[in-house]
């Protein structure tokens, strides 16, 4: 849980941010991130899942942005992403 800060001063409501992990294979997770504005129109809500090693981590998930009533327009968004570990061993 946090508040946004913009313009010098903290927002009125805060932000939930849910997710967490599950492992189903030696290099391979299901993962979830989602934000819950409080008293907002809009959340943001998403699954996928990582492929990773020992210093590299490659992740392809979708967000689905819920707004008001439901999704407008396109039903989600794509999301891919990647990480390298360069720290030593």
């Known amino acids: 849980m946090g508040y946004g800060f913009s313009g010098g001063d903290f927002a009125d409501k805060p932000v939930l941010a849910l997710g967490?992990?599950?492992r189903?294979?030696?290099y391979t997770?299901?993962?979830?991130?989602?934000?819950i504005f409080v008293g907002g129109d809009v959340h943001l809500l998403s699954g996928g899942i990582r492929f990773f090693g020992e210093n590299l981590a490659a992740d392809f998930a979708l967000i689905?942005?819920?707004?008001?009533e439901g999704?407008?327009?396109?039903?989600f968004l794509p999301w891919i992403g990647f990480?390298?570990?360069?720290?030593?061993?």
Do not use: Q
Request: hydrophobic share 40%; glycine share 16%.
């Open 83 to 89: 990480a390298y570990n360069f720290g030593s061993k």
């Open 20 to 22: 967490g992990d599950l």
């Open 29 to 35: 997770k299901l993962i979830s991130e989602n934000w």
């Open 71 to 75: 999704i407008k327009g396109f039903p």
């Open 64 to 68: 689905f942005p819920l707004m008001g």
């Open 24 to 26: 189903v294979g030696r």
